[in-house]
């Protein structure tokens, strides 16, 4: 069974995010390591949105990389 985030120790938290990508892993607390683990829980949340925030994705189509 997996520990849950919030009762990791600090160097479990740290490693966690450095082997993840988090940009400062090393200079962050246990509070900021908290919570930059929790807000990016999986690998979706890491891809940018391809659409702009104001459009209806019912109107947003795929266009392939050769038709930009």
């Known amino acids: ?17 450095m ?6 892993a090393r200079e962050m607390d246990r509070e900021e390591l908290i919570d930059a683990l929790q807000a990016r829980p999986g690998e979706g949340a890491w891809q940018e949105d391809p659409k702009p925030a ?3 994705p019912n109107d947003v189509r795929y266009q392939s990389p050769d038709r930009l």
């Open 1 to 17: 069974m997996t520990t849950p985030i919030p009762q990791m120790d600090t160097a479990e938290l740290r490693d966690i995010a």
């Open 19 to 24: 082997r993840g990508g988090i940009e400062g």
């Open 54 to 56: 104001d459009v209806n």
